[in-house]
Every structure is written in structure tokens, then in C-alpha cells.
T-cell receptor
Framework: DAGVIQSPRHEVTEMGQEVTLRCKPISGHDYLFWYRQTMMRGLELLIYFNNNVPIDDSGMPEDRFSAKMPNASFSTLKIQPSEPRDSAVYFCASSPGQFNTEAFFGQGTRLTVV | GENVEQHPSTLSVQEGDSAVIKCTYSDSASNYFPWYKQELGKGPQLIIDIRSNVGEKKDQRIAVTLNKTAKHFSLHITETQPEDSAVYFC?????????FGTGTSLTVIP
């Protein structure tokens, strides 16, 4: 397996624009996580899915953020409208979810909102 | 919810010396404790993990200890090498949800 695949790797956008980040989890993994990483706050869990169903979105900062998982092989994180304070590295991770096995991380998307 | 604290935030050691990173957690229901290494421009990668029914685990130069009573767990790297320089994250897991520490930036000085 190629691992967790995220796209794009880098995104630069203007304030107010819509941004969509994409993730393909490892095949067969039941859990998918979206994290945001900043110097100030470290790794923050935004939302996670189990079998394509959102389980906990309490980490989503505000209504401008939304996430979907239409099928087992694809998830998106959307920010609309984007703001400069959304600039961060966004990671997607997936896990088999059985007996607390590890989460496998993608390479991340570095988002810059100017 | 779970709260994971990690210390120190930065650590510099001479090549060949040992490095120790410590974490505490708050929720006694946490039962899985992975450690991740993150190199510049990459996603975190698992280096070692321990489950709550084990007190210590070792893999070559890396070892992890867990004290469930005190809710402490630690990462030990012996004979450090320059390629060990990276940011290390501890995490505690409950019901397949992961809570991360704030990270330790380790620099190994040749």
C-alpha cells in the first residue's frame, strides 16, 4: 500500500477563498482523522470518522470548517471562507482501529492563506 | 477529555549520549501509548508503542516505559546519532482516538 495520500502538498490561497484538502486513507482502515499542526498548538484533532461516519467533530474550530467522507477511500476537509489564521499544516491519518493500533499519517498539506 | 503533557519542549544532546522524553496523561482509561517521530516536511511516523498491560518495551536503541499508577510514560533513546534529530510526539489513546503531546524537538550534536 502507498500509505495515506494527501493532496495538494502545498496550497497558497487568498483570504476569503474556499480551500479543499483531500485524503485517501490506507485501504481497509476503518478510522480516519484530520489534524491541524501549528507551532503554537501542536497537533490538534479536528474530526475523525469511523466507517465513513463522523464520530467527533468537536475539534473543528468553527463553521467555516467542514469535512466529509463519501466513501471508504476518500475524505475532504473544506475551509470556506479561508482566513490567514487557518495557515497551518493539515494532516490526515488512518487507523485499522482494532485493539488500539497505530495511526498512519500522510505527508500533510501546508496551507498558507494570505 | 484526555490531556497529555510532554517535557521538555526542546532537548540537545551530544552524539552518543542518551535522551529521555517524558509524558503524563490524565485519563486512566487510556490504554495505548504510541511515540511518533516527525522529520522536517514529513508526517509523524510511529517509532515505538506500548499498551497498558506492559511496563516496558525495547527496540534496539529505543525503549519506552509506562507507569500506569502515576500516569507517566517515557521515551529513552540510547547512543544517540545525528539522524535521531527530529520532533518527537507522545500520544495516549482511548477508544481508538489519539491525544498528542506538544512535541519535543531533539537535536543531536555531532
Amino acid at each position: 500500500d502507498a500509505g495515506v495520500i494527501q493532496s495538494p502538498r502545498h496550497e497558497v490561497t487568498e483570504m476569503g477563498q474556499e480551500v479543499t484538502l483531500r485524503c485517501k486513507p490506507i485501504s481497509g482502515h476503518d478510522y480516519l482523522f484530520w489534524y491541524r499542526q501549528t507551532m503554537m498548538r501542536g497537533l490538534e484533532l479536528l474530526i475523525y470518522f469511523n466507517n465513513n461516519v463522523p464520530i467527533d467533530d468537536s475539534g473543528m474550530p468553527e463553521d467555516r470548517f467542514s469535512a466529509k467522507m463519501p466513501n471508504a477511500s476518500f475524505s475532504t476537509l473544506k475551509i470556506q471562507p479561508s482566513e490567514p489564521r487557518d495557515s497551518a499544516v493539515y494532516f490526515c491519518a488512518s487507523s485499522p482501529g482494532q485493539f488500539n493500533t497505530e495511526a498512519f499519517f500522510g505527508q500533510g498539506t501546508r496551507l498558507t492563506v494570505v | 477529555g484526555e490531556n497529555v503533557e510532554q517535557h521538555p519542549s526542546t532537548l540537545s544532546v551530544q552524539e552518543g549520549d542518551s535522551a529521555v522524553i517524558k509524558c503524563t496523561y490524565s485519563d486512566s482509561a487510556s490504554n495505548y501509548f504510541p511515540w511518533y517521530k516527525q522529520e522536517l516536511g514529513k508526517g509523524p511516523q510511529l517509532i515505538i508503542d506500548i499498551r497498558s498491560n506492559v511496563g516496558e518495551k525495547k527496540d534496539q536503541r529505543i525503549a519506552v516505559t509506562l507507569n500506569k499508577t502515576a500516569k507517566h510514560f517515557s521515551l529513552h533513546i540510547t547512543e544517540t546519532q545525528p539522524e535521531d534529530s527530529a520532533v518527537y510526539f507522545c500520544a495516549a489513546s482511548i477508544m481508538s482516538q489519539f491525544y498528542f503531546g506538544t512535541g519535543t524537538s531533539l537535536t543531536v550534536i555531532p
